[in-house]
C-alpha cells in the first residue's frame, strides 16, 4: 500500500543530485518500498534544460522517471544517515512513446516507477508517465547502484 508522502520540491533536491533547473520533479506523492508516484509540471517550463529546438520531446520523460527512482533509492536509504547509494541509468527497454511531445501537455506529470528486482547492486524498475490520466511513455529501466565497485573495462578480449 502506497504511503501518501507530501514531500516537496525542496526535500527533492537535498535527497537527490540534480540541482537547479535538472531537478524536473515537484512533489513526492505517495511511496512504499516497491514504488513511487511523484508529480511535475516543469515540462511546461521554456526554460526547462531538457528543451530542444523550442520543445521538450517525449523520450525527455524518462529522465523523469529516472529521477523518480532516484527519489525512491533516497527513500529507501538506511534511516541510519547513510546516503543512499548513487544509481546509474544503464539501460532502457521497451519503452513506448504515446505522445511526440511533453511541453504541449497542459496537466502535471504523473510519473510512476515500480521496482520490479533489487539486487545488491542494480534495480530494474518499470515506469510509466500519465497526464489527466492518459499514457505518455512507458518502459522499463536498469539502474546499477555504486558503479565504482563494477570491474572496470580494460579493453582486453573475454
Known amino acids: 500500500m502506497l504511503i501518501p508522502a507530501g514531500l516537496d520540491h525542496a526535500w527533492i533536491t537535498q535527497h537527490i543530485p540534480h540541482q537547479g ?3 524536473l520533479l515537484d512533489h513526492v506523492a505517495a511511496w512504499d518500498e516497491q514504488r513511487i508516484e511523484c508529480r ?3 515540462h511546461r517550463d521554456p526554460g526547462n534544460p531538457l528543451r530542444a529546438h523550442g520543445r521538450l520531446g517525449a523520450a525527455c520523460g524518462i529522465e523523469y522517471a529516472a529521477q523518480a527512482m532516484a527519489v525512491h533509492g533516497a527513500l529507501l536509504a538506511p534511516a541510519d544517515g547513510a546516503r543512499a547509494k548513487a544509481g546509474y541509468l544503464v539501460s532502457v527497454r521497451g519503452a513506448r512513446l504515446h505522445v511526440a511531445r511533453l511541453d504541449d501537455i497542459a496537466a502535471d ?3 510512476e516507477a515500480s521496482c520490479i528486482t533489487r539486487g545488491e547492486n542494480n534495480v530494474l524498475y518499470q515506469f510509466s508517465i500519465r497526464a489527466a490520466d492518459r499514457l505518455l511513455l512507458e518502459g522499463r529501466a536498469a539502474v546499477v547502484l555504486n558503479a565504482d565497485l563494477l570491474t572496470p573495462f580494460t579493453g582486453e578480449p573475454l
Open 21 to 23: 533547473a535538472m531537478c
Open 40 to 42: 511535475a509540471g516543469s
Open 109 to 111: 506529470l504523473q510519473v
